[in-house]
């Protein structure tokens, strides 16, 4: 039987602002990535996340962005590969913190927003991530974008990855996601999200912005869990991915 792993991004809130619904969401996937801290988040709300994840039995991973609130982390910045090293491993640290006083194991690590996409075009940022996480802990795992330069990077120092896949962006030929500055980079019709999802996991198949099919490898689907309709959605992907016989699972019982 297929194994999947079903992620969604967390803790995003920082003080009085509530982003996201992480409570609910997290009854229906088994992986969180959780800010740290410098794109969103804060003390209290990553000790709340991290409770949350526990009560859920969902295995909590470090989302580390750019120092960049202002932005949600989405603009790039231009970054030294011994920056970006420092910037991920003082993340992960702040997150183990907190699951360590919860009795988690940090399982895995996704870079966020533009440290997410510019790495997966950038060898160099690539590998300066991935020696960063396995200096801190080398039995985590790399949650990086299918077909990208961070799991090249990842297999180089031989550090374990997985690959990850959208249900609500759409793809360039090339196999990166397409910029949400772009018409059309938003998936927004479910049925049409939920279809996708199912031949990426399935076939490792889906259709590229311009209409060309092209190949993709499915370990994790992230789906978003800030949006108006996200708790339907997600609930509606678990349900469709179950109908398909593929069971949803951690990443550390897939990769």
Known sequence: MAKVDLNCDMGESFGVYTLGLDAQVARYISSANVAC???????????????????????????????????????NMNVSPAGAKAYVQYQIGALQAFCKASG??????????????????????????????????DSLIL?????????????????????????DRAYEED?????????GA??????????????????????ALTGKEIEIEANSVCVHGDGEKALAFVEKIRAALERENITIAPLHEIV
């Open 186 to 207: 938003m998936i927004t019709d479910e049925d049409e999200a939920i279809e996708r999802v199912i031949g990426m996991v399935k076939y490792g198949k889906v259709k």
């Open 143 to 167: 949650l990086g974008l299918s077909g990208s330069e961070m799991l090249k990077a990842a297999k180089d120092i031989g550090l374990r990855a997985a690959k990850e896949v959208f249900a």
């Open 104 to 137: 988690l194991t940090l399982q895995h690590v996704k870079p966020h927003g533009a440290l997410y996409n510019m790495a997966g075009k950038d060898y160099a940022l690539s590998r300066a991530i991935c020696e960063g996480i396995a200096e801190v802990d």
């Open 37 to 75: 801290g410098f794109h969103a988040s804060d003390p209290v709300t990553m000790a709340k996340t991290v409770k949350i994840l526990k009560e859920n039995g969902v295995a909590a991973g470090a989302h580390p962005g750019f120092p960049d609130l202002l932005g949600f982390g989405r603009r």
């Open 175 to 183: 196999g990166s996601l397409v910029a949400r500055t772009k018409p």
